[in-house]
């Protein structure tokens, strides 16, 4: 491993991973919390694996981040998916958890905020997830920090737009007010996770890897230093009927206030209940789109490379 004294700096690379920084070749960061906290077992590892492997056919390097024995890891051995994967209690560290997390000692799964502060701070520019998080339906204030981490960090995230459960149009409303581009890889609406999406517009559409390379070096070369979302539509054929994902968002969000679940737990617990009213389709969904959007990140990496 890559790393400097873990007194001064905890922050580790894979040596492949900081092999192909120094040499300009592309490299795609992924996070673990869908290892940890978004799939049952043994999918979550079997997922984390095959994300792997597709960035890798694709011409890049993947590097998968998690907080592994205090420290910061960019790029993860086989084994250390598996144990994120089975090891009970996993930390699910955000940007403010991480502190205490690497203190501890304690394994943690990376969020988008986390997995982005750790992808700039190694050099990585694409990284790729599910969907991020954004502003919470009703009044109670609960806005994720996955939003405060695209306006910091110039890191180009690739997802299924943000995840269905939230208030789509306050979350588009707040990215814009955060100077953060959205970008539809080819189309005009912005994703909704499940649902390709057709209510909400995007900021720009690019059509091929090359299109969002150009936006994404041009942003950042202008000095503008937010990130930037690519959202990219579920395959059609393993899209979710809208009715269905809408009654169950309904149904998990009384569940949810009905069991005192609040802040970071309500995601990881609508995600569950939404999985089990709607017989697994939810999960066979959300492993069809990170994989497309892995494939899509893996374009732009390696056109990004390219063009720098």
Known sequence: MRHNDPMEDPLHLADEVADALVAGRPVVALESTIIAH???YPRNVETALALEALVRSGGAVPATVALVDGLLRVGLSDDELERLGTADGVAKASLRDVGAVLASGLLGATTVASTM???NRAGIRVFATGGI??????DNG??????????RFPVAVVCAG???????PRTLEALETLGVPVLGWGTDAFPEFWTRGGLLPVSARVDEAFQAAAVLDAHWSAGLTSGIVLG??????HEADRTVIDAAIVEGLTAAAANGITGSEVTPFLLSHIADATGGASLDANVA???????VATEVAVALAATR
């Open 142 to 151: 609960d806005v994720s920090a996955d939003l405060t981490a695209l306006g």
């Open 38 to 40: 978004g799939m049952p």
């Open 133 to 138: 998080g954004g502003v919470h339906r009703g």
């Open 232 to 237: 990219v539509p579920i395959p059609t054929e």
């Open 162 to 168: 943000a995840k269905a459960v939230l208030d789509l």
């Open 289 to 295: 789109l990170v994989q497309e959007n892995t494939r």
């Open 117 to 119: 502060f750790a992808a």
